[in-house]
């Protein structure tokens, strides 16, 4: 069975479709969650023999979490964006995905601390700020939201020369926007996920670098914990980082990444033609 909320943050379609999986029979519910809000529905799940596996976002109350390091993967673009600016005073505008939200936490405050700002750990889920970061707006990780959040920071401050983005979708608005202003010259967009379109848009130079996430080894390994569960009674714990890989178009120094074409044969959805 499958389900999907209608957008991130929706955590009551989560609920349902928690609450129908475990009425049909589900031994198994593999989770990419949209909040904390779903944890109630979680434990009366555990307690009816299910097993709860977190894939990417991690929640309270869960019997193990496969998922990239996401601070990581913020740093690594944070590391980045502070090389590719050359020492330039920056005014970095970030393009968030909603408050609260501990993946996105995370990517924000690593991203920071990559540059070189200072900032929450990777346990908190407050979105750190500085004088650098002069603008941040929501954008629910994708293209509509994202164009609106850097149309309003241009609004703000024009002069802004990095760009923070939650996922690639985000990344791909924001650039809309710079471009219908005429700054798509010289702004640098970072951003997290690795998907095709994404690792595309690398190669375009729509977006500087990315930090590839795996979410087909999320799901793969999510399943094959579901079969033992299901054949043996053994649940899965802990923590698994399934990896994280930062793609770049433009290598510079002193910070380690991947090329393009590496990026593709690893991306993960549909590749752009």
């Known amino acids: 069975m499958t389900a999907s909320g209608k957008k991130d943050g929706d955590t009551a379609s989560q609920i349902t479709a928690i609450e129908n999986m475990v009425t049909a029979g589900a031994k198994t519910i593999l989770i990419t969650s949209s909040g904390d809000a779903i944890g109630a529905a979680v434990k009366k799940a555990q307690a009816k023999g299910v097993q709860v596996i977190a894939l990417d976002s991690p929640f309270d109350g869960a019997d193990a979490l496969f998922a990239t390091d996401n601070y990581k993967a913020g740093v690594l673009i944070g590391q980045y964006a502070k090389a590719a600016l050359g020492g330039k005073p920056a005014k970095i505008a970030m393009l968030d995905q909603f408050p609260g939200h501990p993946v996105g936490a995370q990517r924000h405050n690593g991203f920071m601390t990559g540059f070189g700002l200072k900032a929450n750990d990777a346990k908190s889920n407050e979105l750190s700020a500085t004088p650098e970061t002069v603008c941040a707006g929501d954008t629910d990780g994708n293209i509509a939201k994202g164009q609106t959040a850097m149309e309003n920071c241009l609004q703000k401050d024009p002069a802004i020369n990095v760009v ?14 710079l471009k219908k202003a005429g700054k798509d010259k010289g702004v640098i967009i970072v951003s997290v996920d690795g998907g095709c379109a994404g690792v595309a848009d690398v190669g375009k130079g729509v977006i500087a670098a990315t930090s590839q996430q795996y979410p087909l080894k999320m799901a793969a390994m999510g399943v094959a914990a579901g079969l033992d569960f299901a054949k043996g009674g053994k649940k899965a714990s802990g923590y698994v980082d399934t990896g994280v890989t930062l793609i770049a178009k433009t290598a510079v120094a002193g910070v380690d990444s991947k ?15």
């Open 164 to 177: 923070y983005t939650i996922n690639e979708p985000a990344a791909a608005g924001a650039f809309n926007a």
């Open 259 to 273: 090329d393009v074409k590496t990026g593709d044969d690893l991306c993960w959805g549909d590749k752009k033609k």
